[in-house]
């Protein structure tokens, strides 16, 4: 057993139940989306890009990538948050709490794809 890939998968797969967390819920609706559980899922995600640094091969670069998406769509949703909630103090609107949850919904999306792939090249390892 590799302690690396251990601690590999163990941050992917908490980033993306973290972020299936954050995502269920009615839509629109700010009381089913709290900003502690967005903001976990910021850091999950960002300390899970920084392990795939070190991975230089082909499954490594496309993992690299599918998480570089969705730390991209995860900044945007906090953004988005910061902006209603302290820049133009409109508050959390429907409209606005739909965009920050369908911005969390895209890199759930980018998760799924990157535990897929993890488990395709757990799969194929040959030993």
């Keep these: 057993m590799n302690p690396e890939k251990v601690l590999f998968g163990f941050f992917i797969v908490l980033a993306l139940t973290l972020n299936f967390g ?5 839509l629109d ?8 559980e967005l903001f976990a899922v910021v850091v999950v995600n ?15 670069a496309v993992l690299l990538a599918t998480s570089l998406v969705a ?6 949703a906090a953004l988005v948050w910061t902006v209603a909630v ?11 709490m ?12 980018a998760n799924v794809v ?4 993890l488990i395709i090249e757990t799969v194929m390892l040959r030993r």
């Design 22 to 26: 954050f995502f269920v819920g009615e």
């Design 29 to 36: 609706n700010p009381d089913h989306h709290h900003v502690y």
């Design 46 to 60: 960002l300390v899970a890009t920084v392990l795939k640094f070190g991975d230089r091969t082909q499954m490594g």
């Design 71 to 76: 730390l991209l769509q995860l900044f945007a």
């Design 86 to 96: 302290h820049v133009t103090e409109t508050g959390l609107t429907t409209v606005t």
């Design 98 to 109: 739909a965009s920050i949850v369908s911005l969390s919904g895209g890199a759930m999306l």
């Design 114 to 117: 990157s535990v897929v792939l």
